[in-house]
Each structure stands twice: as structure tokens, then as C-alpha cells.
């Protein structure tokens, strides 16, 4: 059994940075190894690319600038652009903080995420948020967490969509991985 959250501190963890990709990289499907005995597949429905923070080009409330970033476009109208983190083994838990890039400061959209346990069940969460030019780590934090003994989060998926009456956006991005194994 899993828990969605929304608080990064549940998740006593390693943060990872997506030391394995460049800047300006291009993702459909790409492996990295997160430690000695981890591997983790990133998918994008969409290609997204790996950027960074940055308070003219992409200015998010993420923890800093400079940090680098999973940036997936979203298409008007299909609304794909899940950006997937699979692990090749499963973990106790893992999130990442995430917003949209937009016009305007606030930023209000729907925040979901998916996440998977080793037995293939579905848990889910939506919720409303906000996105502001501020580089100050207010961003919303997603994840989910295993329940109980034993690593059970084998999948989780990032997701954003807007909400009636709030601003338009073209790309949504996730910050840092938090992960525990």
C-alpha cells in the first residue's frame, strides 16, 4: 500500500539532482543508475528536456536557481506530457517538487500524481496549487510513500493541467528527485 504526499520531509531521503543528464538534453526514454544497485527509467509522452532554473528564462518556485529541472511541454488540446519515473527496483518512497512556466506571477494549476506499488495498483492525488516567479522553494511538493514494512513504489507519474479561470501554460516541470530505497 502507498500514501500520496505532499510534504518532503516524510521522505527521509537523498535528493538527486539528474546528475546523469545535460543540460538542454532532449528525454523520450532514458536510464540512469541513481546508486550502485538502482536504476531508475525517466519516459515523456512528449520529449521533454532537462533545464534549469533560471529567474529570467524559467523563472519557477523551485529550491534555487541554477537547479536543473525535467521540463515537459504540454501540447493545447491532447494535454500529454507525463513525465514517468520508474525504478528498477522498488523504493520506500521518492517525489520532486513541481510547477509551471507561464506569464504571470501567481500561477494557479492542477498539480497530479500517479504513483504505482509492485503489484501494479493505482494511487492517485490532484490538487490545486500555484506557481510564482519567486525562487524560493515554495513550490508544491508530490510523492508517494510505502506503507508498513518493505519498499513498495515501483512507478510514479508527474502531471499537471490547467484549471478553469487560471493562466495558460505550455510547460510544466518537476525539481529534484527526493528518493529513499
Known amino acids: ?3 500520496i504526499i505532499t510534504n518532503a520531509t516524510a521522505i527521509p531521503g537523498i535528493d538527486y539532482a539528474w546528475n546523469g543528464l545535460q543540460l538542454g538534453m532532449g528525454i523520450h526514454l532514458e536510464s540512469l543508475l541513481l546508486n550502485p544497485t538502482l536504476a531508475m527509467s525517466i519516459s515523456a509522452e512528449d ?15 523551485f529550491r534555487q536557481a541554477g537547479e536543473k529541472m525535467l521540463l515537459s511541454p504540454k501540447k493545447v488540446g ?4 507525463v513525465i514517468a519515473l520508474e525504478f528498477s527496483q522498488a523504493v ?12 504571470g506571477s501567481p500561477r494557479k494549476f492542477k498539480a497530479l500524481v500517479r504513483a504505482y506499488d509492485t503489484a501494479g495498483k493505482e494511487y492517485s492525488v490532484a490538487c490545486v496549487t500555484t506557481s510564482t516567479n519567486n525562487i524560493d522553494g515554495s513550490a508544491l511538493f508530490v510523492g508517494a510513500l510505502s506503507n508498513g514494512q518493505g519498499a513498495k513504489l515501483k ?3 508527474f502531471d499537471a493541467e490547467p484549471i478553469i479561470g487560471g493562466n495558460g501554460f505550455k510547460k510544466f516541470a518537476i525539481g529534484t528527485l527526493v528518493y529513499q530505497v
Open 78 to 81: 491532447a494535454w500529454r506530457g
Open 1 to 3: 500500500m502507498l500514501t
Open 47 to 61: 520529449f521533454a528536456v532537462c533545464a534549469a532554473v533560471h529567474p529570467i528564462q524559467y523563472p519557477i518556485n
Open 92 to 103: 520506500q518512497g521518492a517525489g520532486a517538487q513541481i510547477g509551471i512556466v507561464g506569464l
Open 155 to 157: 512507478r510514479i507519474e
